[in-house]
């Protein structure tokens, strides 16, 4: 079976990695995760990933730290977790590289766009930690730049809700799925799928967006083969 897409960039929020500990790294979470995007990649499918931090730091709730610094603390965040995929991803053969937007060469690679090209050319993972490496940007506004750089032909949002409603299906019993959206009227309904910088850069790149339940790892590689799931974004 032939993907769909040739090239990706997967977002995976921290939190996932945490599993029901809601903390810290569930390594049985991880596998089931990293095997999801081995059937992408032996596939063929180029993939470039950037992973948040959630499940360690969350700078928003850091009462009255400095912003800034705050962030910077996020950003080391996800380098942990990005260090954690890439060493589950590599203990099943896979080829994978982390690049850092913070330069911290003795554990990962600067993050430079030819290179992240060239090794996603030669079917390497590239696992993108830091964020963009500025504060107050979300790793959502990362992974929508990091995705119209690299040129991924969609960005994959994995949640752990199963698309995109008009309220929270948490809270709502109410609460009605898209099928799909364009990115304005993410905007002008000012519906949660992410912050407003990430959502304007997809716009206005044609960056198109699928976002999908994440508590089933295997949405991962249905996605990539172009099976209707989640909540497709993209502008008309």
Known sequence: MEPKYKRILLKLSGEALAGEKKFGLDYSVITDICKSIKKCAEAGVEIGIVVGGGNFWRGRSSGGMDRTRADHMGML?????????????ESMKLDVRVQTAITMQQVA?????????????????????????????????????????????????ATMVDGVYDKDPNK???????????????LSKEL?????????????????????????????????????????????
């Not at 965040?77 to 991803?89: E, G, H």
């Not at 963009?132 to 992974?143: E, R, V, W, Y």
């Not at 009605?176 to 364009?182: A, G």
């Open 109 to 157: 690679e600067p993050y430079i766009r030819n290179k992240a090209m060239s090794h996603l050319n030669k079917g390497r993972i590239v696992i993108f930690g830091c964020g963009t490496g500025n504060p107050f940007f979300s790793t959502d506004t990362a992974a929508s730049l990091r995705a119209v750089e690299i040129e991924a032909e969609i960005f994959f949002k």
């Open 192 to 236: 949660a799928v992410m912050d407003s910088t990430a959502a304007t850069l997809c716009r206005d790149n044609q960056m198109p967006l699928l976002v999908f339940d994440m508590s089933d790892p295997e949405n991962i590689y249905r996605a990539a083969m172009g099976e209707t799931i989640g909540t497709i974004i993209k502008e008309a």
């Open 172 to 186: 709502y019993s109410d609460a009605v799925k898209f099928d799909e959206l364009t990115f304005s009227e993410v």
């Open 77 to 89: 965040a996800t380098t942990i977790n990005a260090l954690a995929i890439a060493d589950v991803l």
